[in-house]
């Protein structure tokens, strides 16, 4: 990421000084209907309807070339996610005409075809079971309304698929599908990677001493280089965060200006930011604010805060850099740790925290949807440390990592193990105590 050019430096001191100007804007909250995670490798039928075909079944005695499952239906129904995944594809061609591909834990994808028009959600966005993604149509070369079905494992069309349907019957969308699915319960999902350059390694941010932001480009196996100035004047801000807060496949970032406001910087498709908005106010006297996963099950990223009192506060996010104005009350006492970092850190879906406490000790707290299980202590030693940040996949390896700079001014990274634990420390050399913020 080079620096910012006088241009753009210019556009960001427009936006700061129009939200000061404008005031803040208060989040709304969108609710998100039936839908919900799942951990148990049950999947759902997507859609309602009569099943007119299967894989390589025309369902009247005959054998047709096919590798899906026709439900045929009224156009205009919704389309639900089969299971929890991230949006993989979103595209259209004759054949499926507007399709949606989602990627699950334990190498499947489900494709979702014939849809009324494009997918509602970019590439990127995680979904819940359950949760609607598109509307049943007849786009492409489908020759009545129905939605056409498929199942693909490590690459290849999921036969056993035929096994949950039975043809010219009747389904409804949203119910259990009666399958067994190997490794769609136990696999990790996926980690949210803070790529700031879109070079598809995750990097870091880091405000430095003299108050410039910077990029710190990651080598995807748990390195960085040193920084490179986004913009000037940043010396004051505080919690900085990642998530995808809008729900558009890019890591976005947030930040509180010393006079109140929340600020979000959208990702950009090509790296670094550009979109800018400030969401809300009162944020910058809060002992903590950390993101990075989703904290109450509806799929969208969400605001972790400690407030002056102690109170451990969730913010739910709506997927479109908005967040509730009300926040749903996690826990309390937590006036006195020195670090708080959140990600999905054992790979259940639900976001968890790594917290160190006022006696050094790095606890983490499992995540369960609007709150949070008994502390399990990894070790002693933390309370030194200069930064602390984590929650994305600086390895490469697909579970979530820890950042930490040192007293001696060095950078390590712990990478997970996936289940709440971590490995021996990667080393990115010294010379990284000047930075006040690392994210």
């Known amino acids: ?21 404008l005031g803040t804007i208060a989040p709304s909250v969108i609710s998100s209907g039936a839908a919900s995670a799942a951990t148990d490798g049950q999947m759902v039928y997507p859609a309602s309807g009569n099943i007119q075909s299967k894989v390589g079944d025309g369902c009247r005695g005959n054998y047709r070339a096919h590798d899906g499952i026709d439900i045929s239906g009224q156009g205009g129904t919704p389309i639900l996610a089969a299971y929890d995944g991230v949006i993989k594809l979103r595209a259209s061609n004759g054949g499926y005409g507007f399709y949606t591909d989602v990627e699950h834990p334990g190498g499947y994808v489900t494709r979702y075809g014939h849809m009324a028009a494009q997918g509602m959600y970019a590439p990127g966005t ?59 319960a136990t696999q990790n999902v996926a980690v949210p990677l803070t790529d700031f350059d879109a070079d ?47 729900g558009d496949g890019r890591t976005d970032m947030l930040v509180a200006r010393p006079d109140g406001p929340l600020e979000f910087y959208g990702g ?14 009162g944020w910058y006297n809060l002992l903590h604010v950390t993101s990075g996963a989703d904290y109450t099950g ?36 937590w006036l006195d740790f020195r ?6 850190f054992n790979g259940d879906g639900a976001g968890d925290l790594m917290a160190v406490d006022g006696s050094g000790y790095l ?15 990894i070790s002693g030693g933390w309370g030194t440390h200069r930064a602390l940040t984590g929650g994305s996949d600086y390895t490469g ?12 001014g060095e950078m390590l990274v712990y990478p997970g193990n996936g289940a709440g634990g971590f490995g021996a420390a990667i080393s990115s050399g010294t010379g990284w105590g000047g930075y006040t913020q690392i994210e």
């Open 339 to 344: 670090f708080v970092v959140g990600g999905d």
């Open 1 to 21: 990421m080079k620096r910012t050019s006088r241009s753009r430096l210019v556009r960001i001191a427009m936006a700061t000084v129009l939200a000061v100007l």
């Open 200 to 246: 598809g390694r995750a990097d870091l941010l880091g405000i430095a001493a003299d108050g410039d932001l910077h990029h710190i480009k990651g080598d995807g196996k748990g390195r960085f280089q040193q920084g490179t100035t986004i913009t000037s004047a940043w010396g004051a801000h505080k919690h900085l965060s990642f998530a995808d807060f809008n």
């Open 268 to 281: 950009s498709r090509t790296g670094g930011f550009d979109d800018f908005r400030v969401i809300g106010s």
């Open 397 to 408: 390896d697909g579970k979530a990592d820890l950042v930490v700079v040192t007293t001696s």
């Open 363 to 377: 606890r983490f707290y499992p995540g369960q949807y609007n709150r949070f299980g008994a502390a399990r202590v």
């Open 298 to 333: 509806d799929g969208k990223d969400d605001i972790i805060a400690v407030a002056p009192t102690g109170a451990l506060l969730i913010y739910p996010g709506n997927g479109k850099a908005g967040f509730a104005s009300s926040a749903i009350t996690a826990g309390s006492g």
């Open 126 to 184: 995680r979904v819940v079971r359950g949760q609607q993604i598109g509307v049943v149509g007849d786009t492409g070369s489908p020759g009545a309304y129905h939605l056409h079905f498929e199942v693909w494992r490590n690459g290849s069309i999921y036969s056993q698929i035929n096994q949950g349907f039975t043809c010219l019957s009747n389904i409804t969308r949203g119910n259990p599908l009666p399958l067994v699915f190997p490794g769609l």
